[in-house]
């Protein structure tokens, strides 16, 4: 692999901006891509995941969108990561060859979920298959274990996987476990890896024990705060760190209660950054507009320590 940035700090999980009607609105990319450097100083993008969708969409809309975001993104964002994980292998190969063939900065795979790994070598066999489809894209396995039932602990994965995955880069930890993170980070301090956490009301106890950076949804309109609590860790003034990730919760611990999921978080990002989101594609459906009304009411009310 060529010399790359290293990947750090925050990276938004993308929604996936859709029509009225379901169909997937690519010309929103290019609004939204500024807005994420502009407003909220977010320069990196995890696109097709968890909050995008992307088990939801066709093969051929993957495609599309990982294309717009790599256009749009051009000269303007530092990492285009694309999600190409699949139940099927060889539609997971296909999206493999596809974002190396256009130039991302990288690819992750999350764990397939109907017929399950259940040990190490079955699930690194599998990631193996589809990172030898991108041999020269950096690759990271999406761990996500609330959502695949998958949960072979990361710090067994990573024993020698890069012996079976020369590309292998990072993981994106989507899991409450920080034991298992911390070991992961402890074990492979030499190897130079990338550890991006994905548990965003936890994010500051991920840095404690030497996460990189996070991938996660409200980086999408909470990024700028969010950017402020790392410059604060990175003093360090932890008790100013403390503050931004208490009210980052207290907003995510009132709209759990409510009912918080993929169609409740383009909803809040269509009122926040004023664009378009459009709705959910089912089985989801479109926030309430309850729902709107008391998350928009509540995050106005909360004072951040830098005035806003």
């Known amino acids: ?90 539609e997971s190969q296909e999206l493999a060859r596809h974002a190396a063939a256009i130039g991302v900065g990288g690819i992750a795979v999350i764990a397939p979920f109907f017929f399950k790994p259940t040990n190490k070598d079955e699930l690194v066999t599998f990631l193996q298959k589809v990172a030898s489809e991108a041999p020269d894209i950096p690759f990271y396995y999406y761990h996500i274990p609330p959502l695949t039932g998958v949960k072979i602990r990361v710090e067994e994965l990573l024993d020698g996987i890069k012996e079976r995955i020369p590309t292998f880069q990072g993981v994106k930890f989507s899991d409450t476990d920080l034991l298992d993170l911390a070991q992961c980070i402890h074990k492979n301090e030499t190897e ?63 709209v759990i209660k409510l009912g918080f999921g993929v169609a409740q978080t383009k909803a809040v990002m269509t009122f926040v950054s004023g664009i378009p989101m459009g709705p959910p594609r089912l089985p989801l459906l479109d926030a309430s507009e309850e729902f709107i009304v008391k998350a928009k009411a509540k995050l106005d009310s909360i004072v951040w320590p830098d005035g806003d």
Request: include cysteine.
């Open 192 to 254: 130079q890896l990338e550890f991006l956490y994905g548990v965003d009301e936890q994010l500051l106890g991920a840095l404690a024990v030497g996460a990189n950076g996070a991938v996660g949804s409200t980086y999408n309109y909470l990024g700028r705060q969010t950017n402020l609590m790392l410059q604060a860790f990175a003093k360090p003034d932890l008790a100013l760190a403390r503050k931004y990730q208490f009210l980052t919760g207290e907003f995510l611990n009132f």
């Open 1 to 90: 692999m060529t010399s790359r940035k290293k990947l750090q700090g925050l990276v938004a999980a993308t929604v996936t901006p859709m029509t009225p009607d379901g169909q997937i609105n690519l010309p929103v990319i290019c609004q939204y891509v500024d807005y994420l450097v502009n407003v909220q100083n977010v320069k990196n993008v995890f696109v097709n995941g968890t909050t995008g969708e992307g088990l939801s969409l066709s093969i051929q809309e993957r495609k599309q969108l990982a294309e717009e975001w790599m256009y749009q993104g051009k000269d303007k964002l530092d990492h285009v990561i694309i999600h190409v994980g699949a139940l099927s292998l060889p």
